[in-house]
């Protein structure tokens, strides 16, 4: 993913983790405690290192979501989230975007 990618859209809160629509895809995190969270995104030759973060502004309900246009299957990516209670960003461990429609994994 470069600089060139369009810009994130706010995403549709249903399904739940990464759905790939044939144009980009769609990522939705359950929490019912973040005050924040953004969308890190990984090299895929360099699972370490980290290409871009995109702070997730929209919620519904309890639900974060984003839309990246351009993402295809197979990107590497990972959720960093803040609650009210630790008061600490954690990262949860880099997940794969699934390459076919319907199948998705669930982050939470």
Partial sequence: MTDDV??????R???LG???DGGG???SLFSEHATAVALCLYDERDPGKEIRQIRIEQRTDQVWHVYVPG???GALYAYLWSDFITRIFQKRTCERA????G???HIA
Avoid: E, I
């Fill in 18 to 20: 990464a759905t790939w």
């Fill in 98 to 101: 699934q390459g076919s429609l």
């Fill in 6 to 11: 369009p810009r994130p859209r706010p995403g």
């Fill in 71 to 73: 993402l295809r299957p």
């Fill in 13 to 15: 809160p249903y399904p």
């Fill in 25 to 27: 895809v769609n990522f």
């Fill in 103 to 105: 199948k998705r994994r």
